[in-house]
């Protein structure tokens, strides 16, 4: 397997656009995160699904984000209107929410500029 | 809630040489799961070694292992024979055990770690 995939690695925009982050989780996998990660606040979880339904979006910043999963084999996180505060490195991350299956696989993360 | 606390930013040792880094944690749960994190410059998070807080035995992973103090809420990572693609900043995480927390992670701030030649 290729592992969680995420596009774009890197992405520049101007404030006030929308932007769209993709993630294809490892196949099999019933559980996907998104987590941001900034140097002022660390590692925060924002939104996970399991088995594509939307679980737990408390950490979702503000109405701007939202996160979709149509499938089991991709998902979305959207910023629209985007913010010079929202720069950051995004991830993704999945795991199997089942006996014996532990650890999350993440992926390479999506720097986010807002400029 | 549960937290996760790193309280060293950064540290260093000399390349061969050992080093142990320390991490806290608040849970009011007897089962969970907690693991090290690596994440090296090319930011790709990288599992190190895990803990299942019901196993008393330490885990250990070739040059890496723990020492879990579950009455403390201690778990620290401890790098024999350091080497010079260690360097990374290290993120401890906690995770709950029941499903119905969902399989979320709470890390720590983070060390970061530098190797000297």
């Known amino acids: 397997d290729a592992g969680v995939i995420q596009s774009p690695r890197h992405e520049v925009t101007e404030m006030g656009q929308e932007v769209t982050l993709r993630c294809k989780p490892i196949s099999g996998h019933n559980s996907l995160f998104w987590y941001r990660q900034t140097m002022m606040r660390g590692l925060e979880l924002l939104i996970y699904f399991n088995n594509n339904v939307p679980i737990d979006d408390s950490g979702m910043p503000e109405d701007r984000f939202s996160a979709k999963m149509p499938n089991a084999s991709f998902s979305t996180l959207k910023i629209q209107p985007s913010e010079p505060r929202d720069s950051a490195v995004y991830f993704c991350a999945s795991s199997f929410l089942g006996a014996g299956q532990l650890e999350a696989f993440f992926g390479q993360g999506t720097r986010l500029t807002v400029v | 809630a549960q937290t996760v606390t790193q309280s060293q930013p950064e540290m260093s040792v000399q390349e061969a040489e050992t080093v142990t880094l320390s991490c806290t944690y608040d849970t009011s749960e007897s089962d969970y799961y907690l693991f090290w994190y690596k994440q090296p410059p090319s930011r790709q998070m990288i599992l190190v070694i895990r803990q299942e807080a019901y196993k008393q035995q330490n885990a250990t992973e070739n040059r890496f292992s723990v020492n879990f103090q579950k009455a403390a809420k201690s778990f620290s990572l401890k790098i024999s024979d350091s080497q010079l693609g260690d360097a990374a900043m290290y993120f401890c995480?906690?995770?709950?055990?029941?499903?119905?927390?969902?399989?979320?992670?709470?890390f720590g701030e983070g060390t970061q770690l530098t190797v000297n030649p």
């Open positions: 995480a906690y995770r709950a055990f029941w499903e119905t927390s969902g399989s979320r992670l709470t």
